[in-house]
C-alpha cells in the first residue's frame, strides 16, 4: 500500500495530536498517582493482602482489551505468584466449546457462559476476585461478578466511572459492574476511551489500557508491600529469564497447584 502524501502542516498537526495524547496520559497516571497517595487504593490493597495472607488466590477476569489488565495481575514477572487469569477463550481450551465462539464481542455479552466458564476453575472460599471492564455493562462481566458475589467472595472493579454511567447496562438484572463491586476504582478513561480528536473529527488515542495497567501495578506494589510489612514472606514472580527463575516460580506455584491458570 503506497504511503500516504504528508505535508509540513500535516506533520505538525501529527505531533500536535501526540503530544496532546501524552499530556492526557499523564495528566490521568499523575492523578492515579496522587489518589493512591490519598489512600484511594487501601480498601482494595486491604483485601487482596488479606486474601494472599489467607492462602487464597487472587482471579483476575477481563474480556476484549480489558484482558491486558489481567495479564497485568497474574502470571508475570514482579506480580505475585497465587494469582490466576480467567479469560473466556478457556471455555474453548478446556470447555468443549467450538473456536467459532470467539469471533466478534457475542461471547463477551452473552451472560449464560459463565457458570460453565467459572466451573472450569478452582475456586477456594478465600479467594477474591479483580475484574476490569472499560464500559462495565457487557453480559459476562455483570454475570460473573454476580456470580462470585453470591458465592460469597469480595470483589473489587476497575471501569471507566464516566462511560458506564453513561451507557445503558446490557444484563438483564439492569446492573453495571462499579453497582456489585465491594470496591470500584476509576480508570479515569473518558466516554469512548478516545482522548484526541483528529481536525477531520475521529476520536483516537484510548487510554484505559494504560491507565489499568498503572492501577494494576500499583495493586500489585502496595499488596506486596503490605504483606511484607506483616513479616509475611510475598510470593513474588521472578523473571523466568534469569538464572534460577523458572525454579524459584515453580516451587512457589507448587504451593497452589490446580488453582493457577494462565489464560489457559
Do not use: C, W
Not at 53 to 65: L, N, P
Not at 73 to 80: K, Q
Not at 81 to 106: H, Q
Not at 174 to 197: F, W
Amino acid at each position: 500500500m503506497p504511503e500516504a502524501p504528508q505535508t509540513s502542516s500535516g506533520l505538525v498537526e501529527e505531533k500536535a495530536l501526540m503530544a496532546e495524547f501524552g499530556q492526557n496520559v499523564s495528566s490521568r497516571l499523575a492523578r492515579l498517582a496522587q489518589f493512591a497517595q490519598d489512600g484511594g487504593l487501601d480498601p482494595a490493597v486491604t483485601i487482596l493482602a488479606e486474601a494472599v495472607a489467607a492462602g487464597g488466590v487472587i482471579h483476575a477476569f477481563g474480556t476484549g482489551h480489558s484482558e491486558a489488565f489481567a495479564m497485568e495481575i497474574a502470571g508475570r514477572a514482579g506480580g505475585l505468584i497465587p494469582t490466576n487469569r480467567i479469560t473466556l477463550r478457556t471455555l474453548v481450551l478446556r470447555g468443549g466449546y467450538d473456536a467459532s465462539v470467539l469471533s466478534g464481542s457475542e461471547l463477551e455479552r452473552n451472560p449464560d457462559v459463565v457458570t460453565d466458564l467459572l466451573n472450569l476453575f478452582r475456586i477456594e472460599p478465600q479467594d477474591v476476585f479483580l475484574i476490569a471492564s472499560n464500559s462495565g455493562v457487557n453480559g459476562s462481566i455483570v454475570e460473573l461478578a454476580q456470580q462470585i458475589k453470591a458465592r460469597g467472595h469480595q470483589l473489587i472493579a476497575v471501569t471507566s466511572l464516566e462511560h458506564t454511567t453513561a451507557v445503558h447496562p446490557k444484563h438483564s438484572s439492569g446492573k453495571r459492574l462499579s453497582e456489585v463491586a465491594d470496591v470500584v476504582i476509576d480508570n479515569l478513561a473518558p466516554y469512548g476511551d478516545a482522548t484526541v480528536t483528529t481536525p477531520g473529527g475521529i476520536g483516537v488515542g484510548a487510554v484505559s489500557s494504560i491507565t489499568a495497567a498503572y492501577i494494576a501495578q500499583l495493586l500489585t506494589i502496595a499488596t506486596t508491600q503490605r504483606l511484607a510489612a506483616s513479616e509475611a514472606i510475598p510470593p513474588v514472580y521472578i523473571s523466568a529469564n534469569i538464572p534460577e527463575g523458572d525454579a524459584h516460580n515453580h516451587a512457589l506455584e507448587a504451593l497452589y497447584d490446580g488453582r493457577i491458570h494462565q489464560g489457559g
